[in-house]
Nanobody, 124 residues
Framework: QVQLVESGGGLVQAGDSLRLSCVVS????????MAWFRQTPGKEREFVAT????????YYADSVRGRFTMSRDNAKNTIYLQMSSLKPDDTALYFC?????????????????WGQGTQVTVSS
């Protein structure tokens, strides 16, 4: 059974940095496209970043491009989201997601497995 466990969320001030981690068990990263999504109350879950396998090409939402960097460590079966220059608008519950290989995972309907989420709160 595939499981995704996120960590690293917290309360920070605007302009600070934070790194989220997602440990994957039950499936090798080389067989899955991985992504980060986020959601705030009353809104739909939105795409943040993804890395396509096997090209390792990363794609970002316009709202985070240049501030967030997604990476993967296949040896640790872990993906990361390095977030810099955080803004109050980045406040959300952040989810790790896995989908089929060779897929640009940008739509919630494409996700095969979700993590439980980690809360990021950015104060102004």
């Amino acid at each position: 059974q595939v499981q995704l466990v996120e960590s690293g969320g917290g309360l920070v001030q605007a302009g600070d940095s934070l790194r989220l981690s997602c440990v994957v068990s039950g499936r090798s990263l080389s067989t899955a496209s991985m992504a980060w999504f986020r959601q705030t109350p009353g809104k739909e879950r939105e795409f943040v970043a993804t890395i396509r396998v096997p090209s390792d090409t990363a794609y970002y939402a316009d709202s985070v491009r240049g501030r967030f960097t997604m990476s993967r460590d296949n040896a640790k079966n872990t993906i990361y989201l390095q977030m810099s220059s955080l803004k109050p608008d980045d406040t959300a519950l952040y989810f790790c997601a896995a989908g089929a290989v060779q897929l640009t995972l940008m739509v919630p309907a494409q996700v095969q497995v979700w993590g439980q989420g980690t809360q990021v709160t950015v104060s102004s």
